[in-house]
């Protein structure tokens, strides 16, 4: 039995689906069962609760073969993180208390930083609490999402892909978020180690190269447009995030251009994606979802 949290989310739901695919026993923590209920009618085991209450964890965590844990994407976090400190504290209380022969956390490139990386503090403070675990635990630094690009499918139509990226030609690390669910499936359920390890997951990818594979799916010609600095806070708020609370998305964006995310840390393990862009594109394009 395995632990997936965020199952009703893009990693979870991969990560669960890997699981299931293996025929492995899958136990999911939900706040809502109806939500999660096409993961009930597949076989996954739902555990009531809510990661901003360390027993619901405790609860979820019981006689598991490993557990796959994440943060909630928060695009606006208080100035000193509380949301994400909140979360980390039920955390290592519940994996304090329980034990579990196996943790897959989902981190990012850049949270081997402790400073300067804006929304990825979060996930630095995540892997800086769980080094006082004495667990077998696996830090999967994943790259940017392809998936947050499939709002290219619409503005592709215009032409343009506008990114945060800038200059749109310099390469950062990108993945599918189908390929981070078959790697935590693989390290839950594979061979086991020892100790705490770093794992970099993803390719090195421009801007320019997601505009030229969505060129290819939607058969038109995209190129991508970098959003000027100055209009960096008007384009979050188009996006949901409330005036004034965009800061640690713009730094995190200011990192990723400065190199913040670029494969090749120290003492990391690597895996490279199996997925493309254009992949992603195809698949939204065939089921509509975009």
Same mark, same amino acid.
């Given at each position: 039995?395995?632990?997936?949290?965020?199952?009703? $989310?893009?990693?979870?739901?991969?990560? !669960?689906?890997?699981?299931?695919?293996?025929?492995?026993?899958? +136990?999911?923590?939900?706040?809502?069962?109806?939500?999660?209920?096409?993961?009930?009618?597949?076989?996954?085991?739902?555990?009531?609760?809510?990661?901003?209450?360390? *027993?619901?964890?405790? +609860?979820?965590?019981?006689?598991?073969? $490993?557990?796959?844990? @994440?943060?909630?994407?928060?695009?606006?976090?208080?100035?000193?993180?509380?949301?994400?400190?909140?979360?980390?504290? =039920? %955390?290592?209380? /519940?994996?304090?208390?329980?034990?579990?022969? +196996?943790?897959?956390?989902?981190?990012?490139?850049?949270? =081997?930083?402790t400073s300067g990386m &804006?929304?990825?503090?979060?996930?630095?403070?995540?892997?800086?609490s769980f080094r006082e675990? =004495?667990?077998?635990? /696996? %830090?999967?630094?994943?790259?940017?999402?392809? #998936?947050?690009?499939? %709002? $290219?499918?619409?503005? $592709?139509?215009?032409?343009?892909?506008?990114?945060?990226?800038?200059?749109?030609?310099?390469?950062?690390?990108?993945?599918?978020?189908?390929?981070? &669910?078959?790697?935590?499936?693989?390290?839950?359920?594979?061979?086991?180690?020892?100790?705490?390890?770093?794992?970099?997951?993803?390719? @090195?990818?421009?801007?320019?190269?997601?505009? !030229?594979?969505?060129?290819?799916?939607?058969?038109?010609?995209?190129?991508?447009? /970098?959003?000027?600095?100055?209009?960096?806070?008007? *384009?979050? #708020?188009?996006?949901?995030?409330? +005036?004034?609370?965009?800061?640690?998305?713009?730094? @995190?964006?200011?990192?990723?251009? !400065?190199?913040?995310?670029?494969?090749?840390?120290?003492?990391? #393990? %690597?895996v490279p994606g199996a997925?493309?862009?254009?992949?992603?594109?195809?698949?939204?394009?065939?089921?509509?979802?975009?």
């Open positions: 039995m395995f632990l997936v949290m965020g199952i009703t $989310g893009k990693v979870g739901g991969a990560t !669960a689906t890997h699981l299931l695919k293996q025929g492995r026993k899958v +136990r999911a923590l939900v706040r809502d069962r109806d939500k999660a209920a096409s993961w009930a009618d597949q076989g996954v085991e739902l555990v009531e609760g809510d990661w901003n209450d360390a *027993a619901s964890i405790k +609860r979820a965590l019981k006689d598991v073969d $490993g557990a796959f844990v @994440m943060l909630p994407p928060i695009w606006a976090p208080s100035p000193d993180f509380k949301e994400a400190k909140g979360v980390i504290a =039920n %955390y290592v209380e /519940a994996l304090t208390h329980v034990s579990v022969p +196996r943790v897959v956390a989902l981190s990012s490139m850049g949270a =081997n930083q &804006g929304l990825i503090t979060a996930l630095s403070l995540l892997e800086q675990l =004495n667990l077998p635990i /696996a %830090y999967m630094r994943a790259g940017g999402f392809f #998936e947050n690009f499939l %709002y $290219g499918l619409h503005t $592709g139509q215009g032409g343009t892909l506008p990114v945060f990226y800038d200059p749109t030609n310099r390469k950062s690390t990108m993945v599918a978020t189908n390929d981070i &669910g078959a790697e935590i499936a693989t390290l839950l359920s594979g061979p086991a180690w020892t100790g705490h390890r770093a794992i970099e997951l993803g390719s @090195m990818v421009s801007a320019d190269d997601v505009a !030229a594979q969505l060129s290819e799916v939607m058969k038109l010609d995209v190129r991508a447009v /970098a959003i000027p600095r100055a209009g960096w806070a008007g *384009a979050f #708020e188009q996006l949901g995030i409330p +005036r004034g609370q965009s800061g640690p998305a713009e730094i @995190m964006y200011e990192a990723v251009n !400065a190199g913040g995310m670029d494969i090749g840390v120290a003492g990391t #393990e %690597y997925t493309s862009a254009r992949d992603v594109f195809a698949a939204a394009q065939k089921a509509g979802i975009a």
